[in-house]
T-cell receptor
Framework: GQNIDQPTEMTATEGAIVQINCTYQTSGFNGLFWYQQHAGEAPTFLSYNVLDGLEEKGRFSSFLSRSKGYSYLLLKELQMKDSASYLC??????????WGAGTKLIIKP | GAVVSQHPSWVICKSGTSVKIECRSLDFQATTMFWYRQFPKQSLMLMAT?????????EQGVEKDKFLINHASLTLSTLTVTSAHPEDSSFYIC???????????????FGPGTRLTVL
């Protein structure tokens, strides 16, 4: 079966750095997406990785290792507004998005 | 660019009535639109995928006669919840992508969601 694993919840301190991991087992791979979802709102797109390596976009970076079925989202200089759920999603060989359950990130002052 | 709107943002209806939710891509043509449902504290659940001009493809367990999807143009898709019941109360979110599924990957851009409450 297809499976996306990410931690249920993480806590970090304002101004610090946090890394949210995602491992996947899917039938085929056509890219991995990270989305941010604030409570009661729809997800917003953060990043897309299809090749191995690190993609940096401001305070957020996303890393992919296809051989390990592994990705992480790195958030630097954490701000209170970063408190949200972070969803990892993999596009499989049928171009279907397989969603992880999301990681709830709690930022403390 | 890549803005998706949904209307209404919230709706309360009586059991047995039908509710229509609109999803529009405002600044791009969306060949493919997706409808999701999300229950509190749970991840997104894909309900159906619709390509403009063709019938929607429903996920297993989703009743196509209850959740009617019409993708009449490249910028508009509608989801109609027919004969709604309290268990249909949920957060319904649409997303749109520029490219047809199977022609390559493209980012899905989400609408703001519609919160449906059935009394």
């Amino acid at each position: 079966g297809q499976n996306i694993d990410q931690p249920t919840e993480m806590t970090a301190t304002e101004g610090a750095i946090v890394q949210i991991n995602c491992t996947y087992q899917t039938s085929g791979f056509n890219g991995l997406f990270w989305y941010q979802q604030h409570a009661g709102e729809a997800p917003t797109f953060l990043s897309y990785n299809v090749l191995d390596g690190l993609e940096e976009k401001g305070r957020f970076s996303s890393f992919l290792s296809r051989s390990k079925g592994y990705s992480y989202l790195l958030l630097k200089e954490l701000q209170m507004k970063d408190s949200a759920s972070y969803l990892c999603a993999v596009m499989d060989s049928n171009y279907q998005l397989i969603w992880g359950a999301g990681t709830k990130l709690i930022i403390k002052p | 660019g890549a803005v998706v709107s949904q209307h209404p943002s919230w709706v309360i209806c009586k059991s047995g009535t039908s509710v229509k939710i609109e999803c529009r891509s405002l600044d791009f043509q969306a060949t493919t639109m997706f409808w999701y449902r999300q229950f509190p504290k749970q991840s997104l659940m894909l309900m159906a995928t619709s390509n403009e001009g063709s019938k929607a493809t429903y996920e297993q367990g989703v009743e196509k006669d209850k959740f009617l999807i019409n993708h009449a143009s490249l910028t508009l898709s509608t989801l109609t919840v027919t004969s709604a019941h309290p268990e249909d109360s949920s957060f319904y979110i649409c997303s749109a992508s520029r490219m047809a599924s199977g022609w390559g990957t493209d980012t899905q851009y989400f609408g703001p969601g519609t919160r449906l409450t059935v009394l």
